[in-house]
């Protein structure tokens, strides 16, 4: 051992520790027409609909689009039709069966090929192949034909009345791709087409130059978008890797990158960063929200496969079953506390599960907003719950231990330390586990560690929904939305509660037209999940992003693709 | 050994005798000890003195700089880094040593196998690279995966996974060591020493533990302290997967990693426990020089 050696590991410790989070990705020389994006997490495919990575759609946007996107204010705008059809213009059938849209004359793919009504026709037809395994399959729900009717102008129809027909084919989950391109990549075989998925060709402002999966993205200007003079940027290049802080760093501070995406960073230092003043910060506050998920099912390991199983009921939680258990965790969390320590001004505090817009938002929860564990303690005392010696409540040999997991990040971690500090004060003893986020949120059946599985007592997580109508997110905690083996787990009811009311309210709301009734149906839905606790929500979250002050144009929008507007960005 | 057989008259004087004799002289060395005892004191004992709860969050105290009630500040969430160093420190340097002590003895106890007898040597090697090429990563992902609940159960969060990473480290960090030893042992065995043991009728089981582990004793030494470096990094990227310890139990490696965005703010956090982790590393490394050189009969003040 030479004293050479035990320098360099010294320095090797001192660097490579303290830094190991920082991006060393070179920085690439910012040219005046050249626009450089960071998302943190990378990106794998361009197909948005074999994908249902964010951060996948969103690379994939700037390429392929919808026939309408959602505004910053969660308006809709024409992208390749014409016009929004309405009830009005006629565009919506009277008995709300079929929406027609007419498409914009004159629209090429950046191949020179001319779009028509039967690449609409195709695109629908791709995703709701049955072998497909599309992630939008959501957005086409209740559709039974979609069909051109000439090369301008498409219907579809749906198999009720569908008072919000705009599920398909608006915002950036289900955009148009060439029939040409793709007519060979249906069903099955839409995962082998990886030429196509990896380089889709699109009408929007960009086009794919080069992809290398999990990496990088080089993008040029489609000579042929539709609107002259427009993108402004020759060319673009998508990067990914690294983490929320240093993506963050990578715009704010150093300059390095113009854009950079979702940035959960704790307050402190997202101000340090912004006093560099070589970029800003850019929030939105759409429809996420940070939530408490709380298993209803049994997740004891020794259940082995029957673990958190819903089982028709029969596989309850040992004590997460008792409301007055639920109840009594949600009055003991300071949320306000959890918003200045983790979010600042990117939260709000919320106590629902559907905070947006403002007419969906109920307003019955707000009590939950100030904590009251005296409440909690009572309440825990009146169910029978008594404190052991160790501080911990019993009842009938059950132990109040909860074991609390969520996805590896800093502020999330710093949330899990604070919400077991406020259980332990009523009597809860709590184990944190945090999972690297490919894993968690993977998606993968085989794992047992994925957001879907649970096997866990609580989990925390974001989630939220594109545009602005609520029908799918609030559809997805009905009971046959119970994750399990039947449907590789990828059941969105994941607290794995049921409730009769609430399946009745969902068929409810799919044929109530938007209006005060819809509202009513949403609220009582969202009240019902809440006032249950199935769903503890903790933090109206905003979308927060970063971009250099020399960028122009910008314009957040919470409700769908923040790169939905790329073609007006310029400097 | 040759040194054992008395060739001038002088008083007897045992072998650990001798070493300590040599090592004394080794000036680094000494220093490695007294800063190694340094901190495994502070670290075991800090806590009587400083009784802080490494747990507790205290909101009103948030990124605080150097105060009497925090020596060293406190973190994002007001916990105390002092309090919260002595605590990683009990973890990391327990974890780092009993990892690093499973993987000596496997190592050691194959290198030495393969080395001695030709049989083996084959089998054990191909074994040694079949370890060699697994890809670690996915490997500790499927041993934890599988096992972290049986442990959890048995033993609690905190007990279990303990088990479990010191076993997991132990047993895919052996192979260089075995290898090293390995190539000792066979230049060892040819030695005319050996030979001249295996002349007056010595058993094998003695010369292996009599006459070749003390001349191998020095790359043992050498990867040993390696190890407890290399069981502290590998622990921290565990914890860091979510795989680890849970994200509320402090190690050293999981304080210098949720410290690296406050760098700027809170400069300590990321400073005390780096320090720590290079002074420990640092000093076990020149404990393991000295040692060498006072085990090395060659080099060794007769």
Redesign the interface.
Known sequence: MNLRHTLSVLAVLVFVAAFARGNSEPASQVQDRHLNILYWQAVSILNPYLSGGTKDIEAASMVVEPLAHYDENGGMVPVLAAEIPTLENGGVAKDLRSVTWKLKPDITWSDGTPLTAHDVAFSGAYCRHEEAGCAALASFADVSAIEALDDHTVRITFKVAKPWPYGPFVGSLSPIIQRQQFQDCLGARAQECTDQNFGPIGTGPFKVDEFRANDVINYSANARFREPGKPWFRTATFKGGGDAASAARAVLETGEYDYAWNLQVEPEVLERMVAARRGELLMGFGSQVERLIVNQTNDDSSLGDQRSLYLDGTNPHPFLSDPAVRRALSLAIDRQVLVEVGYGAAGRTTCNVLPAPAAYASAANEACKTPDPVEANRLLDEAGWARGGDGVRTRDGVRLSILYQTSTNSVRQGTQALIKQMWEAIGVETELRNIDAAVFFGADPASPDTFQKFYADIEMYTNNFQGTDPEVYMAGWACDQNPGPHNQWLGTNIPRGCSDEYDALVEQFSVTPPGEDRFRIAKRMNDIIVQNQFVIPLIWRATVSAQSSSLKGVRMNPWDSELWNIADWHR | MPTEIPDTPRTHRSLWMDVWLTFRQHTGALIGVGVFATIVLAVFLGPFVHGVDP???D?QA??QGVSFAHPLGTD??G?DTLAQVFAGGRISLAVGFAAMFLSLVLGTAVGTLAGYFRRLDGPLMRFTDLFLALPLLPLLLVII?LFR??L??AFG?ETGIFFLIVFVIGITSWMQTARIVRGEVLAIKEREFITAARSIGTRERRIVSRHILPNALSPIM?SA??GI?NAI?TE?ALS???LGF???FPTW?RL???G??????TPAR?LWP?LA??LT??SV??I??GL?DALDPRLRDT
Do not use: E, H, K
């Not at chain 2, 690296?260 to 703010?265: E, H, K, P, R, Y």
């Open positions: 747990q507790y969050l909101l948030r990124n994002n969430l916990r995966m609940d049986t959890r159960n969060p050498v302290t390696l470096a990094i921290s860091f997967l979510g849970p994200p509320d490696g210098l990693f949720d690296a965005n406050f760098i700027t703010i990321v780096g982790i290079s590393v640092l490394n020149y393991g020089d060498r």
